[in-house]
């Protein structure tokens, strides 16, 4: 009686191994489960790669409104940042002399024109972007009233380094990207003969006249380098490489199942996309862009 009951234990225990094997989808008729990817189509597209170098907005011209005489400030109608013309009055000015004069003209009218304050004139156009007096203050002769920016010398200056100096000539268009993300098209209009001796850079000059910047804004400007016209491009987060990244590889598709190891040769490259050199890859192959990483060659795919 025993042994029939261990007997009946050890074909039940038989039965269970042999259920469970044949439910197990991993072995069902010899296949591995297909991975999970996702997949783009190579494109045929414009690529081009720049330079980026800091700039920042300065006037070249700037103009300094001095006393002419020594006395006080009579009359004053501008305040900072107000604009004026070039030989438009600026201030009054009243000596103590004209002071003095003021009881001889009710004896001497002919004094009066003597007793009048002397004028101060602007030297340029543009906005006062210094004011260093107000009304009644005294002035000496010489003393410096205000500084006046011309908004048409408005300039870019970039900072190059040197290595970088002969990419850049007068006439090179550019691109100034602003803070806002906006962007101004433009070209480099001149160079500085002199070196920035700690950084080592070389100062070029992009003229902005027409453009309302303030002065001291920091800027971005791009420069083109190279340019490819129709590449096969793909998104970067396609491509992989071993440890040294000398060897650059793509997990291609091949009749939506398989994924195929192609290895590729980098070409331009931007902060999306990257230009790939294969006879293997054309326009319009799918390779994956998610779930190929450490993945072998000719592995079984599911594009999600």
């Known amino acids: 009686m025993e042994k029939w009951r261990t007997g009946t234990l050890v074909c039940l225990v038989l039965l269970g191994c042999l259920g469970s094997c044949k439910n197990d989808p991993s072995q069902k008729d010899g296949m591995n489960v297909p991975i999970a990817v996702q997949a783009v189509a190579v494109v045929q597209q414009d690529i081009a790669e720049y330079h980026t170098f800091n700039g920042v907005t300065v006037y070249q011209k700037k103009e300094n409104i001095r006393a002419n005489v020594t006395g006080y400030i009579s009359w004053l109608p501008h305040e900072l940042g107000s604009s004026i013309r070039a030989g438009q009055t600026f201030a009054q000015v009243r000596t103590k002399e004209q002071d003095a004069l003021r009881e001889a003209v009710t004896i001497d009218s002919t004094l009066k024109k003597f007793s009048q304050p002397l004028s101060v004139y602007s030297n340029g156009t543009g906005t006062i972007t210094a004011l260093n007096v107000q009304k009644n203050d005294y002035v000496a002769e010489g003393d410096l009233l205000a500084t006046i920016s011309e908004p048409s010398s408005l300039v870019v200056q970039v900072n190059v380094p040197f290595v970088y100096e002969h ?90 199942t398989l994924a195929v190891k192609q290895n590729v040769t980098l070409g331009l490259k931007t902060d999306t996309l990257i230009e790939v050199i294969s006879d293997a890859l054309q326009v319009g192959d799918k390779v994956l862009t998610e779930g190929a990483y450490q993945m072998q060659d000719s592995t079984l795919i599911a594009v999600q």
Request: proline residues 9%.
């Open 167 to 256: 990419d850049l000539t007068v006439g090179t268009p550019c691109e100034i990207i602003l803070g806002n993300g906006n962007t101004v098209t433009a070209h480099i209009s001149g160079n500085l003969p002199i070196m920035d001796p700690i950084p080592q850079s070389h100062i070029f000059l992009i003229a902005l006249p027409k453009e309302p910047l303030p002065e001291n804004l920091n800027v971005q400007v791009r420069i083109l380098d190279h340019e490819r016209k129709g590449a096969k491009a793909l998104p970067v987060n396609a491509l992989q490489s071993n440890e040294l990244m000398t060897d650059y590889w793509v997990m291609k598709v091949v009749d939506d």
